[in-house]
């Protein structure tokens, strides 16, 4: 029998060279097909960019997100702005005419930083910039005064652990990339209070600093005590380290008010072009909503927010209903680990097969090269060709993989992920700083990045064949429309607690 089946399945893969199959059997187009199916969007991708770079809406999503950024501010998870933030967009996205604009609930982290202060007593006074690290704990509140260790790496501290006991350990480690040298802030006070020291202070996780501390998520283990943590400037991590290769004693007065409260009720918000022949499924872009608290989040990250929202503005200005539903998604929660997203994915990932591709920019709007993809060869090669209706703009690259906290549970479970790919050179300069502000931005190279999100997420959802995936040719028990999330239309925050 196994034989029979062997010559059945030859005889099928002939007939069917060079093709693929849907579920019943039938042929899907093959990859020329599609380079046509692509290039017909041709005219479409020009009147996109057009638009979005020399027409009506050039500099809106620029000037979007200077409004907002300047009537909101920060947004920390939790926070009153936070709350005002949502609120904005809500009735924003609502007066820009889009579908289904709603509320989909879920419980954030909420912390304040309060009062903060450190200044150096020995070998003289010196005031430090500091920044607490999200979640740490408060100093008592006649604060901590000790003698300082410097250490360079996770190494050093611990062959010098004996050393450390009943001190402040500051971490001078050189910047090597973000997720290297992130592990620094992640896990220092952990890693600090290991061998008994009473707080850590870290040198802030930039490529350039003008004395700017930069702030951030840090975690504790359960196992192991808490101490206060902040990050401190590059200039004073450097400062202390060399006064400490003199073998100058160094004491600092640390002194920290924050405050780690019940979760709050925050949002996801979301808004629809429904799509005009297969509206189940879904075309996400996205961006977070919430920030630190400091600077205006405008870089972090405003900007991705707002050419999320641009994409779907642009596409229904030139009137445009794609076949796909196309859906902006704005997280809450993203800088405390997607605690938002990871609640989003959990409500719809019943529904994963009707997710055609999820796309987050988190990473700066600064000029745009391309797409940083995460997908099989095939749904790759797909994607190559979309790139290159964005020749007039130069932004045809596809890098290996997306990078998004909000989208990566998606990924890993097998959808196709597409992140922004762009110049970020100066992009761990401001971030997580007071810099973080609209000066930051460039409203030219907005709307190139307006452009190159509204391109792919358009095709996409317009093409007959959504991309290939894990799911994609397999037999699906889901739904065919998908069970909502509880969502929330009427303003009444306190009703809605």
């Known amino acids: 029998m196994k034989y029979l089946f062997l010559i059945f399945l030859m005889n099928l893969l002939h007939q069917y060279a060079g093709k693929s199959l849907r579920r019943d059997g039938s042929s899907l187009k093959s990859f020329e097909d599609i380079k046509n199916e692509i290039a017909g969007y041709t005219n479409i991708a020009k009147a996109i960019i057009d638009l979005a770079v020399h027409g009506k809406a050039q500099n809106r999503s620029y000037e979007r997100l200077a409004v907002f950024a300047d009537t909101i501010g920060p947004r920390l998870s939790g926070s009153k702005n936070l709350e005002a933030g949502i609120k904005y967009m809500f009735n ?3 007066k820009d005419g889009l579908e289904n604009v709603h509320l989909e609930p879920v419980k954030v982290p909420h912390w304040e930083r309060g009062e903060e202060f450190a200044v150096m007593l020995e070998p003289r006074n010196h005031s430090i910039a500091i920044l607490g690290l999200g979640s740490s704990i408060a100093t008592p509140p006649e604060g901590i005064t000790a003698e300082v260790i410097v250490v360079a790496s996770f190494d050093e501290l611990h062959r010098r652990a004996q ?6 350990v500051v971490y001078n480690e050189p910047f090597i990339s973000y997720g290297e040298t992130v592990q620094y802030r992640l896990q220092g006070a952990v890693e600090a209070a290991k061998v008994g020291a009473v707080a850590s202070l870290i040198r802030s996780i930039a490529s350039f600093s003008i004395h700017s501390p930069h702030t951030g998520e840090q975690s504790y283990q359960p196992d192991v005590p808490q101490i206060p ?3 401190i400037s590059v200039e004073d991590a450097e400062m202390m ?4 290769l ?12 924050a405050k780690t409260y019940p979760d709050s009720l925050s949002f996801n918000t979301v808004a629809e072009i429904v799509g005009s ?7 996400l872009v996205s961006g977070h909503l919430d920030s630190w608290d400091v600077g205006q989040g405008a870089m972090d990250d405003g900007g991705g927010a707002f050419i ?7 596409i229904k200005d030139l009137g445009l209903r794609p076949k796909r539903t196309l859906r902006l998604v704005l997280w809450t929660g993203e800088e405390q680990g ?3 997203a990871e609640q989003y994915y959990q409500l719809h990932k019943e529904n994963i097969s009707n997710f055609d591709i999820v796309m987050e920019s988190d990473e700066g709007t600064f000029k745009p090269s391309g797409l940083g993809f995460t997908g099989s060869a095939e749904p790759r090669g797909i994607v190559r060709e979309i790139m290159a209706l964005l020749q007039p703009i130069n932004a045809t690259d596809v890098y290996d993989t997306a990078d998004g906290t909000d989208i990566a549970h998606w990924m890993r479970d097998g959808v196709p992920g597409a992140s922004l790919h762009n110049d970020i050179n100066k992009y761990f300069w401001f971030h997580h700083s007071q810099g973080d502000t609209m000066t930051v931005q460039d409203p030219s190279q907005m709307n190139l990045c307006a452009a190159v999100w509204t391109v792919v997420s358009y095709v996409i959802a317009d093409m007959e064949d959504m991309l290939p995936s894990y799911f994609r040719g397999q037999v699906s028990t889901v739904n065919a429309v998908e069970n909502r999330a509880e969502v929330v239309l009427d303003w009444d925050w306190d009703l809605a607690r």
């Open 338 to 340: 997607g605690v938002g």
């Open 92 to 94: 924003a996205l609502q």
């Open 241 to 244: 380290s060399r006064m400490s």
């Open 163 to 168: 050393e450390a006991k009943g001190k402040i």
């Open 308 to 314: 999320s929202w641009e994409a779907l503005s642009l």
């Open 229 to 231: 943590t902040a990050c």
């Open 277 to 283: 022949k297969y509206p189940e499924q879904v075309v």
């Open 246 to 257: 003199r073998g100058t004693k160094i004491v600092v007065h640390l002194r920290m008010g």
